[in-house]
């Protein structure tokens, strides 16, 4: 519908994706306004990119826009004042994973080790999998992660240690660190 320029597109896409699209960017910025505002903001790139843009997967294509969105207004500074700051609590998990340096990766390396960690998450579980996307991509807090997948919060946290330690190991295997 959206390759017609149908308005309806837009709601229907809302109805369904925007409770998903909403808890990333507020897992992200703490906000339930931001997120409102990211969603938004994500609908009218959607409207302006397709046509042309034909995605494969609708869902993954928005939901890549919506986190996008959230992690520049991140970025900006907005919702360190406000949020419940998950990200920075979950990438400081994963900073053992990935040491910080003073050159940026190139585009190849780059490549190389997100087709690693790729390669490494299919392998998981999928409830071990699930999880882990949902820490370290939407930013989900433990509480909410327990909840979800119906677990007490210290199982998460060792859960996901656990498979940190896992990754870390295939990582070190595969020359990427």
Not at 73 to 79: I, L, N, T
Not at 113 to 123: E, G, P, Q, W
Request: proline share 4%.
């Amino acid at each position: 519908m959206l390759n017609n320029r149908d308005e309806q597109a837009l709601k229907a896409t809302e109805e369904r994706y925007g409770a998903l699209c909403r808890s990333i960017a507020r897992n992200i910025l703490g906000n339930e306004q931001d997120a409102e505002e990211c969603l938004n903001d994500a609908l009218l790139r959607v409207w302006n990119t397709i046509p042309p843009a034909n995605p494969d997967n609708y869902c993954a294509y928005l939901i890549v826009i919506v986190r996008n969105n959230a992690m520049d207004r991140y970025r900006a500074g907005k919702s360190e004042k406000r949020g419940r700051g998950q990200q920075p609590v979950a990438l400081e998990e994963l900073s053992a994973l990935f040491p910080a340096s003073d050159n940026v990766c190139s585009e190849v390396e780059q490549r190389e080790m997100l087709s690693a960690v790729t390669d490494f998450l299919r392998k998981l579980p999928k409830k071990q999998r699930s999880l882990f996307i949902r820490r370290y991509w939407s930013f989900a807090s433990y509480p909410e992660l327990a909840a979800e997948f119906g677990m007490r919060e210290n199982h998460v946290q060792v859960t996901l240690s656990r498979i940190r330690k896992k990754l870390l190991k295939y990582l070190r295997e595969e020359g990427l660190l």
